[in-house]
């Protein structure tokens, strides 16, 4: 078997780069090589179709081992990364009870985001909870975050545990900034970020200075700017802390990465890759004692920005991709979004859903039993390489403005993220991002506004959090966006749901059969993204019988839907018969167009088309 296995080798010789290429360009018939099969990414690098040993063999990171400085391949030398899951109840009784459930069917770290904070509270909460096999994880008001601190040290000192203790408190000032527009002050900052340090000292496994950079991925953030905004906001901890006389050791062993997760999957792979690579040689610059303390603890939360409420179902498929990109990257732990958050509070069904994403993972897929298989990927390696230098680049320009604290007073990160989220909602619009089930290939017949819980809003902005002063005043403009990708098509299906009337959209096939076959399901699934009622047909014999089928069916937009060639005979015939009785669409963008506009014929949608706009200008003249 092995001598046979050897001959078929020999049967395929290698191809060498030049004549693949060779091939390629004779196939793509003169359409340029650099415009068909390159792809330019959001983060300004290009992507090859192929890539082979020589791309990465000047590069660094294959140079190291798992668990080996700079630590691009891993901070260890296995992946069990933790399964967490969030706690949602707020009462410490009730979230004791779901802890304890939870921990019985996978989850090996929780998060907890009590409303009381005293000793009491916290003991009740972690009752029965074994600290050495769990992590624990406090959300927590900014305000109420050193209170929380020494509560938790006061509890875990009471019951010896300050050793088996490993954990998270999430201390990050800048969150009213990001939320309301608020400014920050470093010297308050600094006085917060010292008594917490000093608070905990003696629980050496309790993480308290939070990088959330999880709320630019949640805000539309491309990924090298999650990469490089987090790197600053990193640094800024080291800096401010150090310059305090706090030593680097001290700062970074502390500090806590909670990045987002998108649905690139590669590229997501590849960033929390560079992530640690990158925050291992800024902390080196700070020359710390030990080189244990350039490990980048991070955590994923998988993305809430692309999550939809119809076909809410297809979240599971992104957040799958999601979690595996994060699993393959190694991170320390992930939380699975359940799919349900944008249009309810997760319940039982959906937060089962969302651990058992993890556990297909590791239990069915094993992922957990390798270390970093992307290692020596030549793709995979390159994109590590370049969404890196990208970061680099931002991070290097927040830098030269003062640091993070500075960028974020200025406005000037959240006006970066803004102006992704726009651009990002724009290719929404026109299809060039396409989030299936919302602007691509909807359900028609779908049905969600009785469903929606939270008015549509998955966003932690709208909590209620006048309690403890964290919805103090600042700028609006200098807060990040919160609203999902596909708010914008949701808004159109929930008006049409509301509305009197659903419009009756009528395909009016005729002429070319693989034309009008091919622009009615173009259509069909154009209009089904207002939720419009879609009436599809086979094809007709003539015009007239078309006109007389459609307003049989009483229609309210009639779209002719042929070939290029022929509708310079139909389009015209059937705007005249059809008198104004409904309104006339013609699906495609013919040379004849000029001609047709000079007739009174004004709609035209087609693949270059602003999906959304067009849809919003109908919505306005036919839902009463």
Not at 11 to 38: C, H, I, M, N
Not at 239 to 266: C, I, Q, W
Not at 390 to 416: C, M, P, R, T
Not at 445 to 455: P, Q, R, S, T
Request: charged share 25%.
């Amino acid at each position: 078997m092995a001598d046979n296995k050897e001959k078929l080798f020999n049967q395929f010789p290698p191809v060498s780069y030049e004549t693949w290429r060779a091939k390629v360009d004779a196939d793509l018939k003169g359409v340029p090589f650099e415009k068909k099969l390159v792809w330019r990414t959001n983060e300004g690098f290009n992507v090859q179709p192929m890539y082979q040993r020589k791309d990465i063999a000047d590069l660094k990171t294959t140079d190291s081992l798992p668990g080996e400085f700079p630590y691009v391949r891993g901070t260890r030398k296995d992946n069990n990364w933790l399964t967490r899951q969030e706690i949602l109840a707020a009462e410490p009784a009730e979230a004791n009870k779901i802890a304890l459930d939870v921990l019985n069917k996978g989850v090996h770290s929780l998060g907890f985001n009590i409303k009381e904070i005293s000793e009491d509270a916290i003991a009740v909460a972690l009752a029965g909870i074994d600290f050495e096999k769990v992590e624990i994880n406090f959300n927590s008001c900014p305000r109420k975050a050193l209170e929380l601190a020494k509560a938790l040290v006061a509890y875990l000192k009471k019951n010896g545990a300050e050793k088996k203790f490993h954990g998270s408190i999430d201390f990050n000032p800048f969150k009213r900034a990001f939320r309301h527009g608020a400014d920050v002050e470093a010297a308050a900052i600094v006085a917060d970020a010292k008594e917490m340090l000093e608070t905990v000292k003696d629980v050496p496994a309790l993480r308290c200075l939070a990088v959330d950079s999880v709320v630019f991925n949640n805000s539309g953030a491309y990924i090298f700017q999650e990469l490089g905004y987090a790197l600053a906001w990193g640094a800024e901890w080291l800096t401010l802390l150090t310059e305090a006389g706090v030593s680097a050791d001290a700062v970074a062993s502390r500090v806590k990465f909670n990045m987002g997760v998108s649905s690139n999957y590669f590229m997501e792979l590849a960033k929390f890759r560079a992530a640690r690579m990158m925050w291992a040689q800024i902390v080196e610059q700070y020359n710390p004692a030990a080189k244990d303390s350039a490990k980048m603890m991070a955590h994923a939360v998988t993305s809430r920005f692309n999550q939809t409420i119809y076909d809410a179902h297809v979240n599971l498929l992104r957040s799958q991709t999601e979690a595996m990109s994060a699993a393959l990257a190694g991170v320390d732990s992930i939380t699975v979004t359940p799919f349900d958050v944008p249009y309810k509070t997760p319940d039982a069904f959906s937060e089962r859903i969302a651990r058992n994403q993890q556990l297909l993972l590791k239990e069915e897929s094993h992922l957990d039993k390798v270390v970093d298989p992307a290692g020596g990927s030549y793709y995979v390696e390159t994109l590590t390489v370049s969404i890196a230098q990208e970061a680099w680049k931002l991070f290097l320009e927040v830098e030269d403005k003062g640091g993070f604290v500075a960028a974020v007073n200025a406005g000037d990160i959240q006006s970066a993220v803004n102006a992704s989220s726009e651009k990002r909602h724009q290719d929404m619009a026109r299809r060039k991002e396409i989030l299936l089930g919302t602007n691509q290939f909807p359900n028609f017949n779908e049905f969600a506004a009785e469903k929606i819980e939270n008015g549509g809003c998955c966003c932690k902005k709208h909590e209620n959090e006048a309690s403890c002063g964290c919805a103090a005043e600042g700028e609006a403009s200098k807060a990040l966006r919160c609203e999902r990708q596909a708010s914008d098509f949701e808004a159109l299906r929930l008006a049409t749901e509301h509305a009197a009337n659903r419009p009756r959209v009528f395909m009016l096939t005729i002429g070319n059969l693989a034309m009008r076959l091919a622009r009615a399901q173009f259509s069909s699934n154009f209009f089904g993204c207002a939720g419009y009622e879609i009436i599809d047909n086979i094809g007709f014999n003539t015009v007239q019988e078309g006109i007389d089928a459609a307003m049989e069916k009483k229609a309210d937009i009639v779209v002719l839907c042929s070939s290029d060639d022929e509708y310079a005979q139909f389009a015209p015939e059937a705007f005249k018969l059809l008198d104004g009785r409904a309104e006339f669409v013609v699906a495609g963008a013919p040379a004849c167009t000029d001609d047709l506009k000079a007739l009174g014929i004004e709609n035209f949608i087609h693949v270059r088309s602003n999906v959304l706009e067009t849809l919003q200008q109908f919505n306005q003249r036919l839902l009463k």
